[in-house]
């Protein structure tokens, strides 16, 4: 078996040496002489070296491993069967949730989430939705709202729910309700590369965040430590993606860089700030997949058409799922690989950028194929899976000193 391993992220910083001290570099006579005992001490030890940090790259991914004599591709118990959620971390189990027949876990990718090394799902009924972390329920809401994002802060659950008809938002801490907004549409989700694991809920520092557009007024907010700000009004150049990263929220919208974007997403990279989506020369030109900076806004062209773009350190991708069957993976410095099989590609969630290396997860039509991870020219296979796919990846970079 083959697993993850060796995701150390190496730290070079330069150490700043402060001067001496003046009574380091001089020691004074007292005036009129004076017995060696009453003159200071010269300090020798040698000066305490600052701490370098160190950093830990953890990988994450979930799968989920069916019996062997189930074919989950065709799912003739419609999400029924008797599964489990396996939680990865470099390549090894680290946690099996029992899913699917007799639990209140589903075994759909689109609502198994995986935030901070834990994995949260949500299980829709017909009257509830039922959260739980790590296989054990923490919280019910109702049936018409969908998971967009999560934190587990200071011992809470903070949770960020969307209705099924795409509007419609409310923040709750644990099971108490801090904002509700009936026309509120939320920037960003899981399934959304350029946010970060914990979907449209996420930390800034101190604080907790997300942001919002009103559909009814045509406005958007950002919202700190539950406290809705009215930030800008949208107008006819609309906001396509809005994230706080400093003080103030950047935001993408429909015109830029001499283009006209049909959708944009931002990413933050150690290069900067990106804008990637599919935009046009004109309202009505052709469609490409495009990254700029807004560093010097400059513009590269990945592909023609749609593709999910991800934005790493000095180097962009484009992931087209539906090419002729197949995957096609194409970089901003003019790459492409089309992979050999055809493999299902859930979501965003199935490849994550890491430095300037795209992780991927494949699960491949065929089963008697076993699913893999790929990590720039690496290929990885998940231990114990067997029959079963790869539900979404992420990574982890936490100081450790």
């Not at 004076?34 to 370098?52: F, H, I």
């Not at 299980?123 to 999560?150: A, H, Q, T, W």
């Amino acid at each position: 078996m083959k697993g993850i391993s060796n995701f150390m992220l190496a730290a070079t910083l330069s150490l700043v040496c402060g001067c001496n001290l003046i009574s380091d570099l001089f020691i004074v006579e007292p005036r009129g002489g004076g017995r060696p005992e009453d003159k200071l001490p010269r300090d020798t030890a040698a000066p305490e070296r600052p701490s370098v940090p160190v950093f830990d790259t953890a990988v994450f991914f979930t799968a989920v491993r069916f019996p062997e004599e189930y074919d989950w591709c065709l799912d003739t118990a419609c999400g029924n069967a008797s599964s489990e959620i396996l939680l990865y971390r470099n390549g090894n189990i680290v946690r099996t949730i029992a899913a699917g027949r007799g639990t209140n876990i589903s075994s759909d990718p689109d609502f198994i989430h995986t935030v901070g090394g834990r994995v949260f799902t949500e299980y829709p009924g017909m009257s509830e939705n039922i959260l739980s972390v790590d296989g054990k329920e923490f919280l019910r809401i109702p049936s018409n709202e969908r998971l967009k994002g999560v934190l587990n802060r200071d011992g809470h659950f903070y949770t960020l729910t969307q209705g099924c008809l795409g509007r419609g938002i409310v923040l709750r801490r644990d099971d108490t309700e801090l904002l509700r907004d009936d026309s509120g549409i939320l920037f960003g989700d899981f399934n959304d590369p350029s946010y970060p694991e914990s979907g449209a809920l996420y930390e800034i520092g101190a604080h907790y965040c997300f942001c919002y557009k009103d559909a009814a007024a045509s406005c958007c907010h950002l919202v700190k430590d539950g406290i809705p700000t009215l930030s800008e009004m949208s107008g006819s150049d609309a906001i396509l993606d809005m994230k706080l990263s400093g003080k103030n929220p950047d935001f993408a919208r429909t015109k830029g860089f001499g283009r006209h974007w049909l959708s944009a997403r931002l990413f933050y990279t150690s290069d900067g700030t990106c804008i990637a989506g599919q935009c046009s020369d004109s309202e009505s030109g052709p469609v490409h997949s495009c990254v700029a900076s807004l560093n010097d806004g400059s513009t590269d062209e990945i592909c023609s058409g749609e593709a999910i773009l991800y934005c790493g350190d000095g180097i962009s991708w484009g992931v087209i799922s539906d090419y002729g069957g197949k995957i096609k993976i194409i970089t901003s410095r003019g790459g492409q690989t089309t992979m050999p099989d055809t493999y299902h590609f859930f979501s965003g969630r199935c490849a994550a950028p890491t430095g300037d290396k795209l992780m991927i997860a494949l699960t491949p039509r065929d089963r008697s194929i076993p699913p893999k991870v790929l990590l720039g020219d690496e290929v990885y296979e998940p231990e114990g899976l067997g029959n079963g796919f790869i539900a979404g990846v992420s990574c982890r970079i936490t100081q450790t000193n």
